[in-house]
């Protein structure tokens, strides 16, 4: 019996040592679905060919080690044979011996890697990469599964040897069957949940509504479990918050059932409950609610889990022109650059950043190549942006856009005006508005309240001014600054201010005002409404 132990042998060697990694004997090739038959000695068989073929009668590993692989490290294997194969798609290996071993005790380990290292302390050759074993002492009919993704492995038969002090090498001869079935992994057939909401905000999950125990963890893009739970408050379900948030990019959650293990991979050991699960998420109220339900069953980590991926966006855009409140929910909405003379593309993102409406070109056909969105249900109340770019701009949810080449001079027409202004090579602008009246002010998710609100602006290239109204609930007087885009990027919370002053004093709007001389042929100039 080749038993698991922890005990360790110290051997001091001063004798140079000779090793090498393990060499291929045999390339099965690509397995095919269904069943391959193989069979082979550990004992040296030279064929003279031609070409001369060599197999077995190597020694170059004592002992295999690897995460999953934890064997008495007293026990030495002897002479080798090693099978090559490879799986083109992801697979259940099951390898068996349905005819009892003659000759010898030949075991079985899979490898990903053929290499071996001398190891000091233990004076073995060990080969580092082994992953699963199998002894099959027991007589036959007897079979061991595993599953496999799509890749190269070996399949290395081991003369077992005996152990410390009593080694004797004797030769093995095996005959398996290794048949292969279609597998899938939890993380091939993830649910995706897509954008759930943006960097910062704060987020929960949880499976209340569930109708047994569950456990729920959620891991990073990397594999490392950021936060798990087994039971939320008094219940047998799971609830996992992040009051802070979470950094942009892609997560997993797994739902599994108490009993079951998370590890870092991510991973999630068998062998825990099981039944219906009701999955909630942070939802984005414009793409419906956050809610999945699935059943799991038992037998594999496939069967037992459910996999979820979502992405958080990274943050709103910060360079964004401030159009104030356009609208009021449900009232029909019309946004176009048709008074451009470039090649436009718009989209409407909302604030959780999904892309909800797109165009671009009102009438190609008939060499129409401006942008209208058209929303004669309106708009749900919130923040939103709009998003003007050149010709071949591609649009991602997540506030992820690929800049088309087209640039030159276009105008932003929308229900409180038009903003007349110029595109840059390589670049999108995007203008922030609201609709109706936000609980928290138009911050939107959580963000700063706004006191004072740009109801409409338009800007005249004939006089270079600008014409803004507002509303707010503070009283005035009320200044208007103005700065370039490098100045709104530089603001901080210590230091609030676009750097040019174009009016003070102001008591009503709308009021127009010129653009300071020294902004005077920039391409984009920013403008807000403070209280003095």
């Known amino acids: 019996m080749k038993f698991i132990s922890q005990v360790l042998l110290v051997v001091f060697a001063t004798a140079f040592h000779l090793f090498a990694d393990y060499e291929v004997d045999v390339d099965l090739g690509t397995l095919p679905e269904g069943t391959t038959e193989v069979s082979g000695t550990t004992a040296l068989v030279v064929d003279p060919g031609p070409p001369e073929v060599v197999t077995g009668g190597r020694n170059n590993a004592d002992l295999i080690i690897g995460e999953g692989v934890e064997l008495n490290p007293e026990a030495n294997w002897g002479n ?15 390898i068996s011996k349905d005819v009892d071993f003659t000759v010898g005790d030949a075991d079985f380990f899979l490898l990903e890697g053929l290499t071996t290292e001398f190891d000091d302390s233990l004076g073995k050759n060990v080969a580092q990469e082994g992953f699963w074993y199998n002894f099959f002492d027991e007589a036959a009919p007897v079979s061991g599964t595993v599953s496999l993704r799509a890749g190269t492995y070996y399949l290395v038969a081991e003369s077992f040897a005996g152990f410390d002090g009593a080694v004797n090498q004797v030769e093995a001869e095996f005959s398996l069957r290794l048949n292969v079935l279609p597998a899938l992994f939890p993380d091939e057939i993830k649910v995706n949940l897509g954008f759930v909401g943006v960097e910062g905000s704060p987020l929960t999950f949880d499976t ?7 456990q729920l963890g959620i891991f990073s893009f990397n594999g490392s479990i950021l936060q798990e739970n087994d039971n939320a408050g008094d219940g047998l379900q799971s609830e996992v918050s992040f009051p802070d948030g979470l950094v942009a990019g892609t997560y997993i959650a ?7 293990t998370f590890e870092l991979g991510p991973l999630t050991t068998a062998g825990g409950a099981v039944g219906n699960i009701v999955f909630n998420y942070p939802s984005n109220p414009n793409r419906g609610p956050g809610t999945a339900t699935a059943r799991t069953s038992e037998g594999t980590e496939v069967s037992e889990t ?41 989209a409407i993102y909302d604030e959780f950043g999904s892309v909800l409406y797109a165009n671009d070109d009102v009438d190609g056909a008939a060499g129409v190549y401006q942008s209208l969105i058209d929303i004669p249900a309106g708009l749900t109340e919130g923040v939103w942006y709009a998003a003007v770019g050149g010709y071949d701009t591609l649009w991602g949810d997540g506030f992820e856009v690929t800049p088309g080449t087209a640039s030159g001079a276009y105008s932003l027409t929308h229900p409180n005006g038009i903003v007349p202004t110029e595109l840059q090579v390589g670049v999108v602008d995007w203008y922030r508005f609201v609709v109706g009246d936000p609980a928290n002010g138009g911050g939107g998710n959580g ?39 490098a100045d ?23 009021v127009t005002v010129p653009v300071p001389f020294n902004l005077l042929g920039e391409p984009k100039v920013f403008l807000r409404v403070m209280q003095e």
């Open 80 to 94: 080798e044979y090693v099978m090559q194969f490879s799986l083109a798609a992801p697979a259940s290996l099951t």
């Open 488 to 510: 709104l990027a530089a603001i901080t919370r210590e230091d609030n201010i676009l750097p040019d002053v174009a009016a003070v004093g102001l008591e009503v709007s709308p």
């Open 306 to 346: 459910i996999w979820y991926e979502f992405t958080i966006a990274s943050a709103r855009p910060v360079e964004s022109v401030d159009l104030g409140k356009i609208a009021d929910p449900g009232v029909p909405i019309q946004i176009h650059t048709l008074e451009s003379l470039i090649d436009t593309e718009l």
């Open 254 to 260: 797994v739902v599994a059932g108490a009993g079951a």
């Open 447 to 485: 963000g700063p309240r706004s006191d004072i609100e740009i109801t409409s602006l338009t800007f005249d290239p004939g006089t270079n001014q600008f014409t803004v109204a507002w509303e707010s609930s503070v009283p005035g007087p009320f200044l208007i600054e103005m700065g370039t885009a």
């Open 208 to 214: 209340f509504g569930s109708d047994f125990d569950t």
